[in-house]
């Protein structure tokens, strides 16, 4: 559970509300320091050492879309794109230019989002050792609150960029029916028309003058926040905010913006959309609630009402996974949350939702209906609450051992969510010691209060959505979704039982085998053990997330091993399966109920060379981890009902996916990069009639029935005694008959030579998707992915300034370049560069040509600058010391040294540092200019 979350409403938990005006404050922690200047500029300031080196600088801004009028409609966006495109000291584009020279990468450290109500701007992951670069992010800041140029030609020049980034947004349905939904949603409210993307009649006309009013009207210190958490001095940084906004004055007018209000319903609000994009049906419930009023906020109700919201949302979770299970195909995916009521911050709803079969959306409404309607009817049981509660106080646990690396960019979200929610701010000793508290306080009597405070049966705030596939042909009435939720019988409403599991995950405990030999690596300070069964298990004990085991392991073979074309099917679901099944008599419902309150999660699959099973714990729970581990290995059965779920699932879903560009786009780059392998291609309906669940077992049983040849990889915060015993018991108990096998050919490889493929699918949102992936040999080692990654870099970089900055041509430019070990397909070792843009169909050819023409550019050193590649050398080197810090990068490190003798952490600060234009430029020269390219070019139908 977050420290912070959103609070209940005052007529939630009355008993719990008593007195509540009259409750103290809560503590605030003493580590952050706040404020607000006399021209109403608030700031928090914060030590904090993770990473280390580094730090965050935040802007928030208590305006959005919402405030603006009808002519305005796109501006509150417009403008967060505005501030990265020319201030005051740092004109044009330099202000990203100059981040890049810190370590600063647009889009992954330097970044903004822009809602109906709140604007937030962030420059994050900042290196510290110069303190001319906090000065600089701080004047940064500064200009982003007063001082934005707003020039014509900078104006002019981001509307392509923000008409490309509503391509990408409209170009869902959901994004479309939403939109076209908001104002049923949302009856008189504004909100009900201020999507913050805006419209594109406004953004491409409006006048630069209006931009500036709007600006002037709203930037302002008095709805601002400024956010510095990292390796600082808060004296220092606490001098510097108030020198640099001393001059700023406050208005003459009042810029506190308007609360706009969310009107109660007496009766069911309800809305039916449908999109030809749309995949399957989906309906949603959401019951509004009010948000806790000013007398209850910082207080030790606040918590109270925050858990309890907590406890209800676990607890009906469970019951609806369980209503999910028990109906076969009338729903899958279902969700609940209680968060903001959609775009709006001031009201909250509780909300269900669940994607369905076409036709069954009232029986789904009624279904969902029907369990909210039991729960606030007979309420929860003792045991339901038991286990929520285990649930919730393991959260806490871990949130506590982990305290000390909470990081910077963590610490800054939550004092924006403050600054613009309000609420408590204690420290996370505080906080704990509370909610140890506070756990014990809310029983069955508060949370059953709740549920029927906001399920009623009246059905009043009840707000009921259906999107539906199709061409407006719809066939669903509101009023037949309205009666679904409203028809509920109680009195046929029996209270809810809860099945018996007080059975051990394990029927009889493994024989332990032993550890045979051991070795230490000085190389990474490592150990490797092998054991009885032959199996090896490799060990890094580290510190850097307390209280967190990571556990992969990983065996040669998988559907190499046997491969048969005719089993694609099984091929493409055998991990869905393995996920859903039965263990050892256990469902996968039963055993997330069976490790309730513990920090474990196994997953088990297969995949085209290997077998894998990838596991994470905290230290009190290992055992349970290995336990769970060794039943997935050993003990898995036909769960019928999983089955038949999974496959309608899959039915459903391909009866739509054909009218979604994304999904189509999605299946031909699987289908052409691999050169139309069976194993890229998507199922058809004819292949779910061929799917074999005694296949699937039996898959699982040949790759995991022996497993000598597995490797483990087991990193972080373990205790290395206690670790070896449950080692010997369940993993040197694994089934092993001395089996060692090597990966077979089966034709997965890469496409060779140059093509270009055209193709054209109906679209919503008319747009085209130009893809370009480059493949070629080259030798795996750590000199050649450094080289790899720097070109893909340098080519995204020259693609951003071309299409978006110059020419305005798209939003977002994905491209990277990587050295891949070959692990998972046939290739040997390969460079590889996919480049993704959605640009307009007029400009398809010419970003093809583009894109074909940098990566060749770059082949010559005289077209790499040094301080491009140095701005790219200085996110590498930072990114990198970060990376240390995490156990999933040493499982990768250890894992490749072990499995191709290649050392993938020494020397890297001293490659990248030496690394010069000549390098990269050779490197392509050998790889990118020769290499392998496929053009995947998706248009709009006429």
Not at 12 to 32: F, H, K, Q, R, S
Not at 222 to 231: K, R
Not at 734 to 750: F, M, N
């Amino acid at each position: 559970m977050k420290i912070l979350k959103k609070i209940l409403a005052l007529c939630l938990l009355t008993p719990l509300a008593a007195g509540a005006a009259g409750l103290n404050p809560l503590p605030v922690d003493p580590e952050v320091r706040t404020g607000t200047l006399p021209n109403g500029l608030t700031y928090y300031i914060r030590n904090n050492q993770t990473p280390a080196n580094c730090a965050d600088f935040f802007i928030a801004q208590r305006v959005g879309s919402i405030n603006e009028e009808e002519n305005q409609r796109g501006l509150a966006h417009f403008l967060e794109h505005m501030c990265f495109n020319g201030t005051k000291h740092f004109p044009g584009n330099s202000l990203i230019s100059y981040l890049e020279t810190i370590g600063v990468k647009f889009g992954a450290n330097l970044n903004a989002y822009t809602s109906t109500d709140e604007t937030v701007y962030n420059i994050c992951d900042v290196p510290t050792a110069r303190q001319s670069s906090l000065d600089s992010c701080l004047l940064i800041l500064r200009d982003w609150s007063h001082d934005l140029t707003l020039a014509d030609a900078d104006i002019d020049a981001e509307r392509g960029v923000i008409k490309g980034e509503w391509r990408q947004r409209q170009g869902t349905a959901n994004n479309r029916m939403l939109e076209k939904a908001a104002p049923v949603i949302y009856g008189s409210s504004l909100y009900g028309h201020r999507m913050p993307i805006g419209l594109m009649s406004v953004v491409e006309n409006f006048s630069y003058e209006a931009l500036r009013d709007y600006y002037r009207r709203w930037y302002y210190p008095e709805n601002q926040c400024v956010i510095v958490v990292g390796d600082v001095n808060p004296d220092v940084i606490e001098a510097k905010i108030k020198e640099l906004w001393a001059d700023v004055e406050r208005p003459d007018f009042d810029v506190t913006p308007a609360p706009v209000a969310v009107p109660d319903n007496d009766k069911i609000i309800t809305t039916v959309q449908s999109d030809p994009e749309q995949v399957t049906p989906v309906v949603q419930i959401y019951i509004k609630h009010d948000n806790l009023p000013d007398s209850a906020v910082n207080t030790i109700e606040e918590l109270r009402r925050a858990l309890a919201r907590d406890l209800v949302a676990d607890m009906l979770a469970e019951r609806l996974t369980d209503l999910e299970t028990s109906t076969g195909t009338l729903m899958s995916s279902v969700g609940i949350g209680d968060r903001h009521f959609l775009l709006s911050r001031s009201r909250e709803a509780l909300m269900v939702r669940a994607s369905t079969s076409p036709g069954r959306e009232t029986e789904c409404v009624n279904a969902l209906a029907a369990e909210l309607r039991r729960a606030a009817l007979h309420g929860f049981t003792a045991t339901e609450l038991q286990r929520a509660k285990l649930d919730e106080r393991a959260s806490l646990d871990r949130q506590f051992a982990g305290r000390s690396k909470t990081t910077n960019t963590q610490y800054a979200r939550k004092y924006v969510r403050h600054y613009l929610d309000g609420g408590a701010l204690p420290s996370q000793e505080q906080y704990y010691k509370m909610m140890k508290g506070v756990l014990g306080q809310v029983g069955l009597e508060q949370v059953n209060e709740y549920i029927r405070s906001v399920v009623r049966p009246d059905c009043g705030n009840v707000v009921l959505i259906a999107y539906l596939p199709g061409n407006n042909e719809i066939s669903l009435s509101e009023a037949s979704l309205a009666e679904a939720y409203s028809s509920v019988d109680e009195a046929s409403l029996a209270p809810y039982e809860l099945p018996d599991l007080d059975k051990p995950l394990l029927a009889s405990e493994p024989v332990a085998g032993t550890v045979v030999a051991e070795e230490s690596d000085s190389l990474f300070g490592s150990t490797v053990w092998t054991l009885s069964n032959g199996i090896r298990v490799h060990l890094k004990k580290t510190s850097y997330a307390p209280d967190q085991i990571l556990i992969s392991a990983y065996s040669p073979g998988g559907f190499s091993a046997g491969y048969n074309p005719e089993l694609a099917p099984e091929y493409h679901l055998v991990n869905d399966l393995l996920a859903a099944g039965a263990y050892g008599g256990h469902t996968a419902t039963e055993l997330r109920r069976m490790t309730a309150g513990k920090s474990v999660r196994v997953d088990i699959g297969i995949d085209n060379m290997e077998e894998r099973i990838l596991a994470t714990s905290s230290r009190a729970d290992l055992p349970t981890a290995l336990q769970l581990l060794h039943l997935k290995a050993t003990k898995a059965e036909r769960d019928d009902q999983a089955f038949a779920s999974i496959i309608e699932n899959h039915r459903m879903k391909l009866s739509s996916q054909n009218t979604n560009p994304t999904f189509t786009m999605a299946d031909s780059i699987h289908y052409y990069v691999y050169d139309r392998h069976p194993l890229g291609a998507k199922l058809s309906k004819d292949d779910l009639d061929k799917v074999s669940y005694d296949r699937i077992i039996a898959m699982h049983r040949d790759r995991f029935g022996d497993m000598t040849d597995f490797d483990f990889y087991i990193v972080g915060d373990f205790d290395t005694d206690s670790l070896c015993q449950l080692v010997e018991r369940y993993v040197a108990s694994l089934p092993a008959a001395g089996r060692r096998e090597k990966p077979q050919d089966i034709g997965y490889h890469y496409i060779r030579g140059r093509q270009h493929k055209r193709f054209t699918t109906p679209m919503e949102t008319p747009q085209t998707i130009a893809y370009t992936f480059y493949n070629s040999p080259c030798e795996y080692n750590l000199t050649n992915v450094i080289k790899g990654h720097a070109f893909g870099s340098l080519v995204q970089s020259a693609l951003l300034k071309d299409l978006r900055e110059d020419r305005g041509w798209t939003y977002s430019i994905k491209a990277h370049g990587g050295v891949g070990a070959g692990m998972n397909g046939d290739d040997p070792s390969n460079f590889i560069m996919p480049v993704y843009i959605r640009v307009a169909p007029e400009n398809a050819d010419s970003t093809f040509a583009i894109v074909a023409e940098t990566a060749d550019r770059l082949a010559d050193p005289a077209n790499i600058s040094d301080d491009d590649l140095l701005k790219i050398k200085q996110y590498m080197l930072k990114s990198y010391a970060q990376n240390i810090e995490n156990n999933s990068y040493w499982v990768t490190v250890l894992r490749m040294f072990d499995k191709f003798g290649r050392d993938m952490h020494n020397g890297y600060t001293g490659i990248v540092e030496s690394l010069t234009p000549a390098d990269v430029a050779a490197f392509a020269a050998e790889t990118v200019v020769p290499a392998n390219r496929v053009q995947l070019e998706m248009s709009p139908a006429e």
